[in-house]
């Protein structure tokens, strides 16, 4: 068997120099830079001559998941998903060197440090050690490094359409930075795309063409209108109310042509119970009431939804992540996010799923990403004590 995986602070190091950005729709990003492949390969690599059943899942060219299972050999009936995303986001306007891990006053600096290739390393090492260890209530664990979490949730939807091949794990944990508490709810998210037509002609004839802004301008109106009907339908007592908001808008070519085109971008946060299909069938029908026939538009989801994560489905989870988290910390938070999460769609699937990792959101995504190195053992150890002492995931507490 190969010998153990570089100590933490290291591992974290190797996975940031190997950049995995996610393009997110576009195009003026340097190919080196671009997709995870170099992060698949880097970890494929550590797992080889390990006891464990090793699958690459192709979910766009470059872009693999990879799944790593182990099958312990005890009589433990519970199956363990751990989950991080192999992917960042772009490197744009940062003030520090994006892949050089460059350590400072017990912080490791660079894109992905926090957002999440330190939950994909602490993940990675208790896998690692549970399988080296084999220990005799050890459960079978499943470690799926998704790709495109930042972006789709492809990586994440391809995961659960391929039925897990060793079996549909009892209850998931997926790495996010949560300064190691549990995070078990949050809301869910559908971005669309509204356009409207018209026909172009010269501005000083207005009379002869069909000016697409000014349709689009009756359809934003009852889109803020529809956004004040949302927030006052019953919100979740935890989460809040259902929101909706346009945030971008494009249209037009000049000041002197009539614009036979315009766009809007809408972003719409659901609550649990909420479903993409019913909110969208929802809005469509007040569009239609609200402004007529006379006003052709199309309505299309502008990338993958992510549900909502509903905390009901995970008591038992969150009760004994939680009792293992003071086993090794003293202390722990249950709490909500406002952003989405691969957990959704796992527990959509019907895995409870709970999101935890070292980090804090505050630094994802930032101008001088870094992460505090002293949180990463102690998250590593509480995955693997987790692991052994899980149990009784499937219950439900509702
Ligand atoms: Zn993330």
């Known amino acids: 068997m190969r010998s153990s995986l570089p100590p933490l602070p290291e591992l974290l190091a190797e996975l940031v120099r190997r950049p995995s950005v996610n393009p997110m729709g576009r195009s003026d990003l340097p190919e080196h830079i671009l997709y995870e492949h170099r992060v698949t390969d880097y970890v494929t690599d550590l797992l080889r001559g390990l006891d464990c059943l090793v699958e690459r899942q192709t979910v766009q060219a470059g872009r693999d998941n990879l799944l790593a299972h182990y099958n312990s050999s005890s009589s433990s009936p519970c199956h363990l998903l751990f989950e991080a995303h192999q992917d960042t986001v772009p490197v744009d306007g940062m003030t520090i060197e994006p892949f050089a891990a460059y350590r400072q006053d017990g912080r490791l600096y660079g894109r992905g440090a926090c957002d999440v290739k330190a939950g994909l390393a602490v993940m990675l090492t208790a896998f690692v050690r549970l399988v080296q260890e084999r220990r005799p209530r050890s459960p079978r664990v499943t470690l799926a490094l998704t790709v495109d979490e930042e972006h789709s949730f492809l ?3 391809a995961l659960v359409r391929s039925g897990f091949s060793h079996g549909r794990p009892d209850a998931a944990i997926v790495a996010e930075p949560t300064r190691l508490n549990i995070v078990h709810a949050h809301k869910g998210v559908i971005r ?3 356009e409207t037509v018209g026909r172009a002609c010269h501005s000083s004839r207005p009379e002869e063409g069909i000016n697409a802004i000014y349709r689009m301008s009756r359809m934003v109106q009852a889109l803020e209108q529809y956004a004040e009907l949302l927030r006052q339908r019953p919100a979740d007592p935890l989460l809040g109310p259902r929101t909706l908001a346009v945030g971008r808008i494009q249209g037009g070519i000049s000041a002197n042509t009539i614009p036979d085109f315009c766009r809007i971008e809408i972003d719409r946060r659901l609550i649990p119970g909420e479903t993409v299909a019913d909110a969208e069938a929802d809005l469509l029908a007040y569009l239609r009431q609200a402004v007529g026939e006379d006003v052709p538009f199309t309505l299309k989801t502008s990338h993958s939804p992510c549900p909502p994560l509903s905390p009901q489905a ?3 989870l969150v009760q004994q992540f939680g009792s293992v988290i003071d086993s090794v910390l003293g ?7 406002p952003f989405g999460t691969d957990a959704a769609t796992l527990a959509h699937a019907g895995i409870p799923a709970i999101v935890f990792g070292p ?4 630094q994802a995504h930032t101008h001088d990403e870094w992460v505090d190195l002293d949180q990463l053992e102690p998250a590593a150890e509480i995955l693997y004590r987790f692991a052994l002492q899980a149990e009784n995931l499937t219950a439900v507490d509702v």
């Not at 980090?359 to 505050?362: E, F, H, K, R």
């Open 155 to 157: 990586g994440v939807q």
């Open 192 to 194: 669309w795309t509204l």
């Open 314 to 316: 995970s008591t038992h």
């Open 331 to 337: 202390y722990h938070a249950v709490q909500p996010v």
């Open 359 to 362: 980090g804090d959101i505050a």
